[in-house]
């Protein structure tokens, strides 16, 4: 906004670009030295008058040069900002250089950024679907070992407890032959026995 109102104090308003050699007339409107001289050239002799107040003159007064407007004018305006309209100079088209190569630079590295991200978020996402699946083999491998430990140790039990019947049926056949009294029929019964079990 501010930039609009300083291009409005430093254009001409008959040419309405920004003043060459300013001068401002007695009634205290400013114009270009040569706009002004070309309008009066125009009107009748004798007939000067402002062209913003219509106030007449007598007599060509003499243009008395505008030194702030000159100094503030004369600037020399490199560029205009398409945006805000705003004329810089050469130091403050440098600075403003600057500053879109930091804008354009920023852009870059937070391209860069997005697309290291985008690497590294593919990366782990990847680490954890292979550990993911690695976690699924070894519970497999885990539950198959324990159903082998499992079945070896029943068939294991099952062995014992047919060994178990078998030395519960001796001992329950010594202890019978340990109560008879006749050693004859003792080792008749344990040869029938024997002959049995084989």
Request: charged share 35%; aromatic share 4%.
């Given at each position: 906004?501010?930039?609009?109102?300083?291009?409005?104090?430093?254009?001409?308003?008959?040419c309405?670009?920004?003043?060459?050699?300013?001068?401002?007339?007695?009634?205290?409107?400013?114009?270009?030295?040569?706009?002004?001289?070309?309008?009066?050239?125009?009107?009748?002799?004798?007939?000067?008058?402002?062209?913003?107040?219509?106030?007449r003159?007598?007599?060509?007064?003499?243009?008395?040069?505008?030194?702030?407007?000159?100094?503030?004018?004369?600037?020399?305006?490199?560029?205009?900002?398409?945006?805000?309209?705003?004329?810089?100079?050469?130091?403050?088209?440098?600075?403003?250089?600057?500053?879109?190569?930091?804008?354009?630079?920023r852009?870059?590295?937070?391209?860069?950024?997005?697309?290291?991200?985008?690497?590294?978020?593919?990366?782990?996402?990847?680490?954890?679907?292979?550990?993911?699946?690695?976690?699924?083999?070894?519970?497999?491998?885990?539950?198959?070992?324990?159903?082998?430990?499992?079945?070896?140790?029943?068939?294991?039990?099952?062995?014992?407890?047919?060994?178990?019947?078998?030395?519960?049926?001796?001992?329950?056949?010594?202890?019978?032959?340990?109560?008879?009294?006749?050693?004859?029929?003792?080792?008749?019964?344990?040869?029938?026995?024997?002959?049995r079990?084989?």
């Amino acid at each position: 906004m501010a930039s609009v109102n300083l291009k409005a104090e430093v254009t001409c308003p008959l040419c309405k670009d920004i003043y060459t050699d300013p001068v401002t007339l007695t009634c205290g409107h400013s114009y270009c030295r040569l706009c002004i001289t070309k309008t009066w050239d125009n009107q009748e002799e004798g007939e000067s008058s402002c062209p913003e107040c219509r106030y007449r003159f007598r007599e060509r007064s003499e243009l008395k040069r505008n030194l702030r407007l000159c100094n503030i004018a004369e600037i020399p305006a490199v560029r205009t900002c398409l945006l805000c309209e705003a004329s810089m100079c050469e130091n403050h088209l440098g600075a403003e250089k600057r500053v879109q190569n930091l804008v354009e630079r920023r852009r870059k590295v937070q391209e860069k950024a997005a697309g290291v991200t985008e690497r590294v978020t593919a990366l782990i996402r990847d680490i954890k679907e292979r550990l993911e699946d690695l976690e699924k083999r070894v519970l497999s491998e885990i539950s198959r070992q324990e159903e082998q430990v499992s079945s070896q140790l029943s068939d294991l039990i099952w062995h014992l407890e047919v060994e178990k019947q078998k030395l519960s049926r001796k001992i329950g056949d010594i202890e019978e032959l340990c109560d008879m009294t006749d050693p004859l029929t003792v080792l008749q019964r344990t040869g029938i026995r024997q002959r049995r079990l084989l």
